[in-house]
Each structure stands twice: as structure tokens, then as C-alpha cells.
């Protein structure tokens, strides 16, 4: 790498700046978050008394405990049966090789590039319908159908590299094909089934459109569409704003920084593929 | 989105490869095609009935004039003329397409100046902390990070304060409410949230590039433009196409940073057809009119995205 100091130099000073950038809004939040209640904050600005009952009145004022509740039960009810479908149906498609899979894979490509906005109205109806508008199943069933072409193309693309000889040889020795998935090729999936994991993870907690749409209770919602609603009744009071707001991302925030490489390492390869 | 595509071995050529089957061989392959089936179908199910179905459904609502309750009332293609004759949903979707500019061609600029300057984040304790940092914006929910923003362009906010403070308070104003700066300032938005995306898949990519290569550019006497131009881009092409593709679907879907930053305002400055689909389905009871305008999002997005799959998906030179 021959590159000159001074360019070298340059580029982390780029670096740097763009850091300073992307961590600027948080800073200027948690600085009016601190501000005396009532007041209007300025800019950015160290208050002389910090207020960090701030946050409590905001974890009362948002509700936190039953909003966390929600968006854990939205995930529970999302992720894993997502992850098990898509599995399953990466494997048919990708190893197994069903008769008319390219076609069934062709419908999928379909869906992936599909704004979610194309499709909430007619869903909006079909939830109407189903007697389900108002509960997390409104999210929680669209949802798991919109994530199918991502989550399909995911494991689809790591089931086709794995050598059709490994299935072949477990079938000599006379293991049955739910046998051979759950035994071989799931164990042998778990990477690509983790970062998929963390993905859909992601996109249900941070998932706003569906939320707003089809669900009126904020504290049956994600915890973004919960943001929301939270913006919508304490707009005016900007601390009470700004301290909400960073409460509600704190759990993402943890999450992140505890499976940090996992993150990255799934984010990157989610976008290449995605 | 289709790196599998081409290069997955078909399972045809395998099966080609074996002596003759037997009957009892068919017989037995038969089975197994009809239990590969089962594992495909829960998730086609969930798809076409969560996506496909409503997909349709979007389709015939755009050919109906329907206020979500009566009787819909057959328009043909009606609706459409609508939207591409409509000064105010053109201009609409002019937002989206403008919007491009600031999520897309903005972060993969910057991000690209980046990684031709760095080449490679440090391995060590540093790298880790900066991709941390630049991911933070794809982790927290787009509708935070609205709100992040609205306080720091609001009137009081962090920017305001800074211009005052190097004596630029004439140009201070409410930088989301201004008719002039609204749009871009959403932009900004956008920027911010895609730019450390951009930049650590560019730099990840940089980092793939055969040093030789420099260096033969280097021996050859090209400045640092004509490297640029000669080894740096045709080399990310693949990675440039991922950035550009992600960025523009975001920017063309956009609705969660603009309905909390501006709900589309002042006037129609702001508003994005995702946010006017949301607005004619569910206030004002136009749902023809909104699926109309949601399947021409639909085919813009893709008429922006298949032909950069196509430019960008080839061999590497």
C-alpha cells in the first residue's frame, strides 16, 4: 500500500470528521434531555444541574415497561418462525431442488425489492377482514410474509454451496430427509441462520409503517411505531421528547454494542446480498 | 440482490450425471420431490398471502374509484392519468426522485472520497470502534433518528446555534419549516442515516483490491485522479452498485423520516409518495387513487434498480 503520509493523513481526518458528524444528534439530544423540565432548551449546551430524573419521568411518561413487553412479544412471534420457514424453504430450494423451484424462486425476487407501501392498503383490509386490526398480529403476520423473499434468497444462497454429496452420503446411510436437515444441514447453517437472526431482529423492532398502519394502541406496537405515537403527544415538550427518544433506543443500542461484530458482520453481507 | 443467480449450479446437471434410473429410482425421487415441497410451502404460503395476495389486491383497487367502504365504482385507467397529470403528485414524486440525490449519489460520493483516502480501516482497537460508530445510524430506528434531527435544524437547535457562533445568524432559520430548505434538509437526514453504511461497505471493499495494482498505476506515472478513475471504481464496481441500489429504494420508499420531521411540509415541499399513499388511503379515502400511485412507486423503484443490478453485476474487469 503505498500511500503518502500526507494522504494518509487527509483520510482520518475524514475519518474522524465523519464520526464526529454521525455522533453529533445523539449528543445534542442527550443535551436537552438533561435540561431543567419546562424549559426550551438551546443548542448544544452542558446544563449547570444535569436532570437525570428526566429519564424516569420519561420511562413513566412513554410507558417503557409494556412497550418493551410489546415489541418482545412482536419479535417473539416474528423472527423465529420467519427464521425456521425460511430455512426450510432455503433448503427445498437450494438442496433438495424441488421440481418448479426456480419459478417459486422467481416469484420471490419479486417481493425484494417490493416498497412496504405498495402493499399496506390492501393489508390494512385483509387485517380488517381477519378481525385482526389492533392486535400485534396485524404486524406480526405480514411481517413474517414480507421478510420471506430476503430471508428465502439468505438461505437459499448458503444452501447451494453446500456440497449436494453431503445430503447424498446421509442418505446412504439411510437417515430420512427431516433427519438430514435438522441433523446436517441446520448445525451446519448456523451462521448464516444467526445473521439472519439479527436481521429480521432489526427490521421488526425498528419496523414503523406497519406499526402506524394497522395497529391504533401505541402499547401494542414496535418500539419505533411506539416512538411515534410518543413524538405525536409530547412534541411540544422537547426534553421530555429527547429523553424518550433516547430511552426507546437504549434497548436496540445494547443489543448492538453486546453482539457488535455480529451486527456488522450481518448488515454487510445482508446489504451485498439484499 | 441477485449474487446467487448466476453462478448457482443447477440441480438439473447433477441429476444428469447419473446412470439410468430405475423405476424404483424414479419412484423414490418422486417422494422426495413431493417432501422438498413441504419445506418450500410455509413459506410461499406466508408470502402469497401476506404479499402476493395483497399485491393483486393493490393492483385492482388502482383500476377502481373506492372510498375504502361503499361500492367501488370501475375507472379504468383513470387513476393513473391522475397521477401523471396531477401538478401536485408529480411534483410529489419529483420529491422522491430528488431525494436520490442527498441518500444515494451523496453518501457513496463522500463514501467513496473516504475509502480512496483510507483504503483500510485499521484491524486494531480503532477499526472496531469506528465501524461501531458509522453503524450506529442503521441501527436505531429511522423514526429516532428523525427526531434527532428535527430538534438539531429546529430553530433553537445545534446548527442555528453554530451559525451564530461564527456570525452567520442572518442565515439561522427553522430549517425543516423553511419552504426553501425543507427538502434538502430531509435529504440530510437520509445522508446521515446511509453515510456510514456506504462508507464501510466502499472501504470493506477497497480493502479486496490487489495493492499491485496501485502500484503498477503508480509506476505507470497516474496521479491520484487517474488511479481514482483507472483502478479505484472499476474495482468497486460491484460494491458501488450494492450502495446505489440500497440507497435509492430507501430514498424512493421513503416515509418514516419525513412523516416525523415534516409530515411532508411545508406545503407539499417535503412530501414523498409513500407518505401520500399513508394520506389518500387512510384520511382521505382515495384508495384508487393511492394503490394507483403505490404501483407506479412500485415500477420506479424497479425501473431505478434492475438496470443498475445490470451495469454493476457483470465479471469484474
Known amino acids: 500500500m503505498n500511500l503518502s503520509r500526507r494522504e494518509q493523513m487527509t483520510g482520518r481526518v475524514f475519518l474522524i470528521a465523519l464520526i464526529l458528524v454521525t455522533l453529533l444528534p445523539f449528543v445534542s439530544m442527550l443535551s436537552a434531555a438533561l435540561q431543567p423540565r419546562g424549559t426550551v432548551p438551546t443548542g448544544l449546551a452542558w446544563p449547570s444541574d444535569p436532570q437525570w430524573g428526566n429519564f424516569a419521568d420519561a420511562f413513566t411518561a412513554a410507558n417503557m415497561g409494556a412497550l418493551l413487553r410489546s415489541s418482545l412479544l412482536i419479535v417473539a412471534g416474528v423472527v423465529p418462525v420467519s427464521v425456521l420457514i425460511a ?49 400485534r398480529w396485524a404486524i406480526i403476520l405480514p411481517l413474517i410474509g414480507l421478510y420471506m423473499p430476503f430471508a428465502v434468497f439468505w ?5 447451494t454451496n ?80 429527547c429523553a424518550g427518544s433516547l430511552l426507546i433506543l437504549t434497548p436496540t443500542l445494547i443489543v448492538f454494542l453486546i453482539f457488535q461484530r455480529q451486527f456488522i458482520k450481518a448488515l454487510i453481507q445482508g446489504s451485498v446480498k439484499g | 440482490m441477485t449474487s446467487a443467480l448466476g453462478s448457482a449450479p443447477t440441480g438439473r446437471d447433477v441429476r444428469r450425471a447419473r446412470p439410468t434410473p430405475t423405476r424404483a429410482h424414479r419412484l423414490r425421487w418422486a417422494r422426495a420431490a413431493g417432501t422438498g415441497w ?35 365504482r370501475w375507472a379504468g385507467l383513470d387513476n393513473y ?5 396531477d401538478s401536485d403528485l408529480l411534483k410529489i414524486i ?25 483504503r483500510r480501516i485499521t484491524t486494531g482497537a480503532f477499526g472496531t470502534v469506528v465501524r461501531t460508530i458509522l453503524f450506529l445510524p442503521q441501527v436505531i430506528p429511522l423514526v429516532a433518528a428523525g427526531i434527532a434531527w428535527s430538534w438539531l435544524l429546529s430553530s433553537n437547535g445545534l446548527l442555528n446555534q453554530a451559525l451564530r457562533a461564527v456570525g452567520l445568524g442572518g442565515v439561522a432559520r427553522a430549517w425543516l419549516g423553511d419552504f426553501d430548505t425543507a427538502l434538502p434538509a430531509v435529504g440530510v ?11 464501510i461497505l466502499l472501504v ?77 388511503a387512510f384520511s382521505q379515502r382515495q384508495v384508487g387513487l393511492a394503490s394507483a400511485l403505490a404501483v407506479v412507486l412500485m415500477v420506479l423503484v424497479l425501473a431505478c434498480v434492475l438496470p443498475i443490478q445490470r451495469l454493476t453485476r457483470g465479471e469484474k474487469p
Open chain 1, 87 to 135: 430455512t426450510m424453504a432455503g433448503f427445498g430450494l437450494g438442496q433438495l431442488r424441488v421440481p418448479g423451484g426456480r419459478l417459486v424462486f422467481g416469484l420471490l425476487l419479486l417481493g425484494l425489492t417490493l416498497p412496504f407501501e405498495a402493499v399496506v392498503t390492501p393489508l390494512y383490509y385483509q387485517m380488517q377482514d381477519l378481525g385482526l386490526l389492533n392486535t
Open chain 1, 155 to 159: 438461505m437459499r444462497a448458503h444452501f
Open chain 1, 162 to 241: 453446500v456440497p449436494v454429496e453431503l445430503s447424498e452420503a446421509a442418505r446412504v446411510d439411510g437417515s430420512s430427509t427431516w433427519q438430514l436437515f435438522w441433523r446436517v444441514q441446520v448445525p451446519l447453517a448456523r451462521p448464516a441462520i444467526a445473521s439472519l437472526t439479527i436481521l429480521l431482529f432489526l427490521w421488526t423492532w425498528n419496523q414503523f409503517l406497519l406499526a402506524i398502519v394497522l395497529v391504533d394502541d401505541a402499547t401494542k406496537r414496535t418500539m419505533a411505531g411506539a416512538l411515534g405515537a410518543f413524538q405525536g403527544q409530547w412534541g411540544t415538550d422537547l426534553v421530555l421528547l
Open chain 2, 38 to 72: 413441504l419445506y418450500v410451502l410455509p413459506a410461499l404460503v406466508m408470502y402469497a398471502v401476506f404479499v402476493l395476495r395483497p399485491l393483486a389486491l393493490t393492483i385492482q383497487y388502482s383500476l377502481y374509484d373506492w372510498n375504502g367502504i361503499g361500492v367501488a
Open chain 2, 81 to 85: 392519468l391522475t397521477v401523471f397529470t
Open chain 2, 94 to 118: 419529483g420529491n422522491a426522485v430528488i431525494l436520490i440525490v442527498f441518500f444515494s449519489f451523496i453518501p457513496v460520493a463522500l463514501g467513496l472520497l473516504v475509502a480512496s483516502m483510507v
Open chain 2, 189 to 199: 437526514i437520509g445522508a446521515w442515516v446511509l453515510l456510514g453504511l456506504c462508507t
Open chain 2, 204 to 280: 470493506t471493499g477497497m480493502s479486496k483490491i490487489d495493492p499491485a495494482l496501485y502500484e503498477a498505476a503508480r509506476l505507470d506515472g497516474a496521479g491520484p485522479v487517474r488511479e481514482f478513475l483507472a483502478v479505484t471504481l472499476p474495482s468497486l464496481r460491484q460494491e458501488i452498485g450494492v450502495c446505489l441500489t440500497v440507497t435509492i429504494i430507501a430514498a424512493l420508499a421513503s416515509f418514516d423520516i419525513v412523516y416525523i420531521s415534516t409530515s411532508g411540509g411545508p406545503g407539499l415541499q417535503t412530501t414523498v409518495p409513500g407518505l401520500e399513499i399513508y394520506r389518500l
